[in-house]
T-cell receptor
Framework: SAVISQKPSRDICQRGTSLTIQCQVDSQVTMMFWYRQQPGQSLTLIATANQGSEATYESGFVIDKFPISRPNLTFSTLTVSNMSPEDSSIYLC??????????FGPGTRLLVL | AQSVTQLGSHVSVSEGALVLLRCNYSSSVPPYLFWYVQYPNQGLQLLLKYTTGATLVKGINGFEAEFKKSETSFHLTKPSAHMSDAAEYFCAVSEGDMRFGAGTRLTVKP
């Protein structure tokens, strides 16, 4: 298994600003993923963070809005850019393999005013 | 593409009663199936998973699930509910990308 930590755990931001969320895994994992969970809803995959190359984004998500970095096998960041109230959500990082078990961080609760 | 349907967005049981959370999946290949639990203000925790082999899978906290290919189901059960089981439960299927169901909120009444 893997233990995943995220920072910050929560934040309140003003519209038009950007927030960078950090995700740290305690062991090397093949893949890291970023999800969004809007209030009362299920998880939606934003992108797969690829080490040393550009992230792979799902339909409806773009790099300009959600730039992602993964400089090594245990660390990734997600930036939510030019935020609006619609970006208020929980952002979850996971690590594992694409097909098998993914281990999740505790999430970052974002409120945009 | 694979998909998951969780029947019942809310399930309420009395403490000590059977817990049954329903999950049906759609997949074009033999799927990997998962149940995750999310407690308030926390991330997702893996309860159990099915990949291959025995179709009855036992997980943590007394939960188990049975993979039934003929019914394309992977229902989660627990013989006796505890108050601490109150949480959101997500079924997920993976045949490459992991897809989550909408979730079922379990309430346990004293």
């Amino acid at each position: 298994s893997a233990v995943i930590s995220q920072k910050p755990s929560r934040d309140i931001c003003q519209r038009g600003t950007s927030l960078t969320i950090q995700c740290q895994v305690d062991s090397q994992v093949t893949m890291m993923f970023w999800y969004r969970q809007q209030p009362g809803q299920s998880l939606t995959l934003i992108a797969t963070a690829n080490q040393g190359s550009e992230a792979t984004y799902e339909s409806g998500f773009v790099i300009d809005k959600f730039p992602i970095s993964r400089p090594n096998l245990t660390f990734s960041t997600l930036t939510v850019s030019n935020m609006s109230p619609e970006d208020s959500s929980i952002y979850l990082c996971s690590g594992g393999t694409r097909q098998e078990t993914q281990y999740f961080g505790p999430g970052t609760r974002l409120l945009v005013l | 593409a694979q998909s998951v349907t969780q029947l019942g967005s809310h399930v309420s049981v009395s403490e000590g009663a059977l817990v049954l959370l329903r999950c049906n999946y759609s997949s074009s290949v033999p799927p990997y199936l998962f149940w995750y639990v999310q407690y308030p203000n926390q991330g997702l925790q893996l309860l159990l998973k099915y990949t291959t082999g025995a179709t009855l899978v036992k997980g943590i906290n007394g939960f188990e699930a049975e993979f039934k290919k003929s019914e394309t189901s992977f229902h989660l059960t627990k013989p006796s509910a505890h108050m601490s089981d109150a949480a959101e439960y997500f079924c997920a299927v993976s045949e490459g990308d992991m897809r989550f169901g909408a979730g079922t909120r379990l309430t346990v009444k004293p």
